[in-house]
């Protein structure tokens, strides 16, 4: 059932074999680093411990030969070009792409160990039909059945897809045409809700069609660049690299000090949500300083609204930044021809989000600082391929092909298209409104698709309900245990990076190849197949009967002439028939201009400039004292499914965390280290306190990416309310009201083991190492024997060794087969200080000795891991700065090798040279 794979082949280590399509804009403008892998080193899988490829089940798995696969990163909307060589057994080493017009051969950590996430252990190969395995042709057969007959009972809106960024494109049109053409509901909506529909729904209202109007190369020819709720430094680390090649002054807008902060000329610590007071305000100043163009204006309306703008005290008092603060960014950001404002989740993912949006839009609009080099509004993508889907029509308010649901003509010009006996006639169901949906019975049968709500969404308690009450429930992913999977009536294996052929559309409008260079293991099927052959199912199997991706992508290039011909900017129509295999990245409008709305043609005639607002500011009470910002971590993609599988990964911040500001901390007696529960009206999380002032006081900021699989109680949008913009439905996901408590457990603990170890504690995170894992407990009760507690969590019945202390609550258990270590529990009353990366390295090896906790004399504590691509420590890093006095990461670097490979660290090495750095554990 597998396409035909004939991807172009390059000799591994070798420069571009001549046969290799060239790629636009190869050569590059910064230099190229982490090209060329290290031998052995990162990369290969071969020392995870996974089973092969071809070892498990399914059978007839034919070993990918010789030879390096042209493909893009399966992590952010950057789009980086990855060049991936099979080691024969399964894995693959990765480099960077030096051809690649986004990454020009750069890559981040979570890049540089892609293959380490390669693995087939945990992965879901066979399709499942109440817990129980099924063959293909059953479980297909039930979906449609059950698909079918809800719909003849209940009407189209009685079903829904929920679909994922990280679909790629041909996956995406897909199930837009099986939900929207042929079942004829909009019932279809995304995880981009959650990311990018303020943004979506911005640019319609500024541009008449959603296009982001700049490029990469802008970031580097600016010569101011803004960044506004955006953590680029570990979000879009290659793309924070070209900011820093490029030497623009760097402006951060976070009201939280990040390490992107660290590194910048400014950083303003504004109130959160009051993002819209301070756009508003610069564009009245622009308005002010008679910096508008006055023949771009000519092409926008609205601009007589920016006379309502607030004065610089009332944004003052809004943002609680200092005048001078303001007078200092206005000024810089008026005097400056080139700049760049760069926004993300900070912005789009508010109650007022899409207002936020404009506001940005609006200063780029009435300064004519649009579609030419160096200047723009820039909204990067966070998933792969979440330009893709908006393309595609992937969320519930939008049609194929930019078009809208509203509009009549649009409608017949798509359901022309595919000949299809519907068309939906009005939007489906939101995100968060679908879910609520499905608690109250409205949705009877529902297909979750490559994304994890029980995780993601907000009020995820509810949401975890919610699909429990739904009848039937389909979930398609690549692993065998999510918190979405576990709740799914029939679980459809899906292929994944490296085993899939398709598209995905990056940040810049760049349509690049994802190639597979492995085999689809067991029984895992393609994504768009998947859906096609439920679609056959049903009963239109000329409209689904594709025979390979490149068939799919063929028919929506063509499909984009509706587009062109209604007068959008997208238009993919020079592709068509294109030699798909050897396709290079391209930007859209294909063969149009790459940078757009210089000469101001907007595709609704003119641009259109919002009156400015105040904006909505995040909600506290008395009982929920404490605003609550969440966000993500450099080591780790959303809910862990792929990067937990990697130790590198895993281990450069190992456990759910909050951040809390030390004055808060003092006063609510919190420890550094300590535990914290933090709790709103929706639910509660568990998570160690970082007792910091990067954030301010009454703030608090938690990762998204804990889930069930992976700690006790850290879900953190289990707290989160499902508020929403009325405008995009994008829920407010950065500013909860929420309310934090010190818990006092009665122990804390610290286990590596061999085996993946398992609690029922009140406290514990669980994460991969090279040997195992390790896992960090708290519980509310002392066990009564130690032995049997450490046995049973690493799941050993070894020979122990232990130390044991009743009357000072100190309890260390070493467990021995073999002459070697499987398991290791230090457990005290207060949080455990021992080496970490000494007990990590022990592991499989050393024996009782690692009972001292610490390594033996002369041996160092490298303390918790910065560089994740050497497995560099914070302590090894501080002393070599303060022995041999280096003053820069490069020093660092010649030193240590750390921040040499994919440069993600170089902004934490930098904030190590700072003064105050201090050395952990
Ligand atoms: N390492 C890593 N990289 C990723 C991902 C990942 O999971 N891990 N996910 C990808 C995806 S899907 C996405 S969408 C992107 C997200 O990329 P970003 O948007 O950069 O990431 P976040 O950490 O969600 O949030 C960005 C910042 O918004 C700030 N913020 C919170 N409230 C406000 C506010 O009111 N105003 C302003 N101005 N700022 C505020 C937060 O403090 C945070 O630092 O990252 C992508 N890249
Ligand atoms: N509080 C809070 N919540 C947030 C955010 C936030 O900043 N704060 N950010 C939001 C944003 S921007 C996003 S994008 C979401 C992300 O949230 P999710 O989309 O829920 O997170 P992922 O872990 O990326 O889920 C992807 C799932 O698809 C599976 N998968 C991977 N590859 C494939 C494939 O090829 N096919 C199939 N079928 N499955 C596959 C993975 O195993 C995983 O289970 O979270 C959102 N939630
Ligand atoms: S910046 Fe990192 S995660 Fe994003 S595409 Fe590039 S290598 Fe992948
Ligand atoms: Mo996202």
Redesign the pocket.
């Known amino acids: 059932m597998s396409s035909s794979r004939k991807p172009p082949s390059l000799d591994a280590g070798g420069p571009p074999s001549p046969s290799l399509p060239p790629l636009a804009g190869g050569g590059g403008r910064f230099a190229v680093s982490g090209a060329t892998p290290e031998p052995g080193g990162f990369g290969s899988s071969g020392d995870s411990p996974s089973p092969r490829r071809g070892e498990g089940r399914g059978g007839g798995l034919t070993p990918s030969h010789g030879g390096a696969t042209r493909t893009t990163c399966a ?3 950057v789009g980086c070009g990855v060049i991936a060589s099979p080691d024969g057994q399964g894995g693959a080493t990765i480099a960077g792409d030096p051809d690649h017009p986004a990454n020009f051969g750069r890559l ?1 950590s ?1 890049g540089s160990a892609l293959g380490e996430t390669l693995g087939l252990d945990g992965r879901l190969l066979t399709p499942q039909v109440g817990g129980v395995e099924a063959s293909w042709d059953a479980a297909l057969d039930l979906v449609a059945d059950r698909f079918r007959e809800t719909i003849a009972e209940h009407g189209p809106d009685s079903v829904a897809f929920y679909v994922s ?1 990280q679909f790629l494109t041909e996956d995406y049109y897909v199930a837009n045409k099986l939900m929207k053409g042929f079942i004829g509901s909009a019932n279809i909506d995304t ?1 981009s809700r ?3 529909a303020s943004s979506v729904a911005g640019h319609k209202r500024a541009f008449g069609e959603d296009v982001v109007p700049g490029t990469y190369a802008d970031l580097e020819e600016a010569e101011l660049i803004v960044l ?5 430094a ?4 290659v793309l924070h690299q070209r900011v820093q090649a490029g030497g623009a002054k760097v402006v951060v ?4 000090r ?1 390490v ?1 902060a660290d590194g910048a000329d400014m950083h303003l610590a ?6 819209v007071a301070l756009w508003s305000g610069l564009l009245g100043h622009l308005f002010g300083e008679g910096c508008i163009d006055l023949d771009f204006a000519a092409h926008v309306e609205g601009m007589a609204g920016a006379a309502s703008a607030p004065t610089l005290a009332q944004v003052a008092a809004a943002t609680g930044l200092t005048k001078q603060e303001l007078r200092a960014f206005y000024a810089l950001w008026t005097r400056t021809e080139k700049v760049v404002s760069v ?8 109650a007022d989000g899409t207002d ?1 949006v404009n506001a940005i839009l609006d200063c780029h609009l009435a300064t004519g600082r649009i579609g030419k080099s160096g200047c723009g509004p820039f909204s ?4 792969p391929n ?1 330009m893709g889907g908006r393309e595609v029509g992937g969320l519930a308010n939008m049609l194929a092909a930019h078009l809208d649901l509203e509009n009549a003509a649009h409608r017949e010009a798509v359901q022309g298209f595919w000949a299809s006996p519907a068309i939906a006639d009005k939007q489906g169901l939101k995100a968060v409104d679908l879910f609520r949906a499905c608690a109250d019975g409205r949705v009877k049968a529902l297909w979750i698709m490559c994304t994890n709500p029980a995780v993601s969404m907000p009020e995820a308690d509810a949401v975890r309900a919610a699909i429990r009450n739904v009848p039937f429930v389909v979930v398609s992913d690549i692993e065998a245990e999510t918190d979405t999977v576990r709740l799914a009536d029939v679980a459809l294996p899906a292929t994944g990076w490296g085993e899939k052929d398709g598209t995905v559309t990056n940040s810049e409008r760049r349509i690049s190849r994802q190639r597979a260079f492995l085999p689809a293991p067991g029984e895992a099927m393609d994504d768009w197949r998947i859906i096609a052959e439920v679609g056959k199912r049903m009963g239109w199997a000329e409209a689904f009967g594709w025979s390979c991706a490149a068939e799919v992508f063929d028919e929506w290039t063509r499909m984009t002439a509706l587009s062109r011909d209604f007068g959008k900017v997208l238009d993919l129509t020079a592709l068509e028939g294109c030699d798909y295999d050897a396709m290079a990245p391209v930007m859209w409008p294909v063969g149009g201009p790459e940078r757009l709305f210089a000469d101001g043609a907007f595709p609704r005639g003119k641009g259109q400039i919002l009156a400015p607002r105040m904006g909505e500011m ?1 909600l506290r009470d008395r009982r929920h004292p404490f605003t609550l ?10 809910t862990m499914t792929r ?1 937990g599988r990697s130790a590198k990964l895993s281990l450069h911040i190992a456990e759910p965390f909050v951040e809390v500001h030390p004055a808060d901390a003092a006063a609510l007696g919190i420890a550094p280290a300590g535990l914290v529960r933090i709790a709103s009206a929706h639910g509660a999380m568990i998570a160690r306190a970082q007792v910091t002032d990067r954030v301010a006081r009454g703030q608090l ?1 938690a990762p ?2 804990w889930t069930g699989e992976t700690a006790s109680t850290a879900r953190v949008d289990a707290l989160v309310e499902g508020r929403v913009d009325p405008v995009s439905g994008q829920p407010a ?3 909860m009201a929420v309310e934090i408590k010190a818990l006092a457990p009665a122990w804390y603990g610290f286990c590596v083991s061999t085996a993946r170890p398992a609690a029922d504690t009140l406290y514990w995170a669980r994460a991969r190492t090279a040997a195992g894992w390790q896992m960090e407990l708290a519980g509310a009760e002392t066990p009564g024997d130690w032995v049997a507690f450490a046995r049973d969590l690493c799941g050993v019945e070894a020979e122990a060794v232990t130390v044991l202390d009743a009357t000072k609550g100190i309890a260390r258990v070493a467990l021995i087969a073999d002459g070697r270590l499987a398991g290791a529990l230090f457990a005290a009353r207060e949080p455990v200080a021992l080496s970490r990366p000494h007990l990590r390295d022990a592991l499989g090896e050393g024996g009782a000795e690692v009972l001292a906790g610490r390594p033996g004399n002369g041996m160092p504590d490298p303390g918790p891991v910065v560089c994740a691509c050497f497995g560099v420590g914070v302590n090894t890093i501080v002393t070599a700065v303060a022995e041999q006095g280096l003053v820069s990461v490069e020093e660092i670097g010649a030193a240590l090798k750390a921040g040499t490979n994919c440069g993600a660290c170089r902004p934490e090495l930098a904030a190590l040279i700072a003064p105050r750095a201090v050395a952990a554990e």
Not at 234 to 237: I, K, L, Q, V
Not at 343 to 350: I, L, M, P, T
Not at 380 to 383: A, I, K, Y
């Open positions: 992590y952010c909307g981040c979570k960024g995880n959650l990311c990018m506004t709720g955006s953590n680029l570990w979000c879009h680390p807008i976070d009201p939280r990040t992107t504004l109130r959160p949500g009051s993002d926004y993300s989740q900070g912005v789009n993912q508010a936020r990067v993508t966070g998933q979440a995040p910002n969440t966000g993500r971590v450099r080591d780790h993609w959303h990067t900021f998204i990416h996901l950065k500013g």
